[in-house]
């Protein structure tokens, strides 16, 4: 085994490194193809990881997860006081609508949130912050948005933009 192509220590080695020894590998193994697709996707698959880590460790220290922080933050940025129906909710978050009772269902239990009759239909809800999951969503975007900031830091204005687009046009 030539040592381009050796075996990498995924928890040590930088990603760029990792990546470029499995493009030897496959080099190796299957000149006839161009695996660089492969380390473009894999970038962007352990960026991903990373930032998804990291807002998950922050959200860990309200005893929220994603799915949770979704539906309140969705919420959030109505308005105080403003209601959606369950499949408004799960539209804008393009979710089902069993997936979104379950949500709202753990939410509730929390009292996060509140489901109200719907005054213009007699068989409609709608869902609204409670003051107490208002307050926490207020507290939880700061140190969401200090999160991501941290995480994206070594990248300047231009170039979060420049990433956002090319990212835009992936698929």
Known sequence: MSQEAGPVDRD?????AHLDAILAQWRRERPDIDAAPMAVCGA??????RLR??????LAAYDLDFA????I??????????ALSPSALAKDMMLSTSAMTNRLDRLEKRGLITRRADPSDRRGLRIILSDEGFALVDKVVGTHVATEERMLADLTSDERDQLRALLARVG
């Open 68 to 71: 949770g922080f979704d539906v």
């Open 44 to 49: 962007v698959w352990r960026a991903g990881d």
């Open 53 to 58: 880590q990291g807002v998950l460790a922050n």
């Open 73 to 82: 933050m969705t919420l959030r940025r109505q308005g105080r006081d403003a």
């Open 12 to 16: 040590t080695a930088p990603d760029e």
